[in-house]
């Protein structure tokens, strides 16, 4: 349910998401609707505990989400009756080079350019539908 989700950002990840089964709402406000909050460096996470509406996007099939550290998404609401979904969620490192050991698709991206981000959202789209074809054994 809605009011047991909470906004989120990151800071050195962009989180593209798509639903492999089932359906789901993201709800969606940017980063400068919200006070500032501790930053977890460790799970690259600020986490709201303010719920101010949104713009909701149902998300289902084969559509893409793609958030960047500006974006606050509160992922996993329901939609309608209650179903099992299974959500497939790649982390894109930007501004500098992954850490050892991180599965991160497409290297590093520049923070802030636009032609990038469309570039970069191009280029993913085929690499995050093969990892989630490779998640549900396909």
Do not use: N
Not at 7 to 27: A, N
Not at 57 to 84: H, N, S, Y
Not at 119 to 125: K, Y
């Amino acid at each position: 349910p809605r009011e047991k989700r909470f906004y989120e950002t990151h800071r050195d990840y962009i989180d593209i998401h798509r639903v492999l089964s089932g359906s789901q709402f993201i709800e969606w406000l940017p980063r400068t609707s919200f006070k500032a909050v501790p930053y977890d460096a460790d799970k690259d996470a600020c986490i709201y505990d303010e719920y101010p509406d949104g713009s909701l996007l149902r998300m289902g099939g084969p559509t893409l989400a793609v958030f960047w550290p500006e974006d606050a998404p509160r992922p996993l609401i329901q939609c309608g009756k209650a179903e099992r979904i299974k959500v497939c969620v790649v982390k894109v490192r930007v501004g500098r080079p992954p850490p050892c050991g991180r599965r991160v698709v497409g290297g590093v991206l520049p923070r802030g350019l636009l032609a990038a981000r469309a570039a970069a959202v191009a280029g993913l789209e085929a690499r995050v539908r093969e990892i989630s074809g490779e998640v549900l054994g396909g």
